[in-house]
Nanobody
Framework: QVQLVESGGGLVQAGGSLRLSCTGS????????MGWFRQAPGKERVFVAV????????YYADSVKGRFTISRDNAKNTVYLQMNSLQPEDTAVYYC????????????????????WGQGTQVTVSS
């Protein structure tokens, strides 16, 4: 079955950086978009970034644009989220997600567009 496993979370001071990884198994992920979402304490899970399969193009939430970079290594079935200039408001559990449908050039930004989710990795940014 399809599984996604995130890693790389931790505690970092404001202004610091972390790189999250998400490795998939159970199928090849290269034909599919891959996304990152996050859920802060007491809040709903929200979109962070997505990379599409066709050209590796990326789309970001306004809150992380210019600070976060999503990338993928299809040979390793892995997607990354490089997070720079982290702020306390970035504190959340970060989830990677994959859809069951090929979307071409379309950027999937809604939760319901994804079928598989990792268990999440905690990112805590101290002030």
């Amino acid at each position: 079955q399809v599984q996604l496993v995130e890693s790389g979370g931790g505690l970092v001071q404001a202004g610091g950086s972390l790189r999250l990884s998400c490795t998939g198994s159970g199928r090849a992920f290269s034909p599919y978009a891959m996304g990152w979402f996050r859920q802060a304490p007491g809040k709903e899970r929200v979109f962070v970034a997505v990379t599409r399969s066709t050209d590796g193009g990326a789309y970001y939430a306004d809150s992380v644009k210019g600070r976060f970079t999503i990338s993928r290594d299809n040979a390793k079935n892995t997607v990354y989220l490089q997070m720079n200039s982290l702020q306390p408001e970035d504190t959340a559990v970060y989830y990677c997600a994959a859809p069951d449908r090929i979307s071409g050039n379309y950027y999937r930004v809604m939760e319901h567009e994804y079928d598989y989710w990792g268990q999440g990795t905690q990112v805590t940014v101290s002030s």
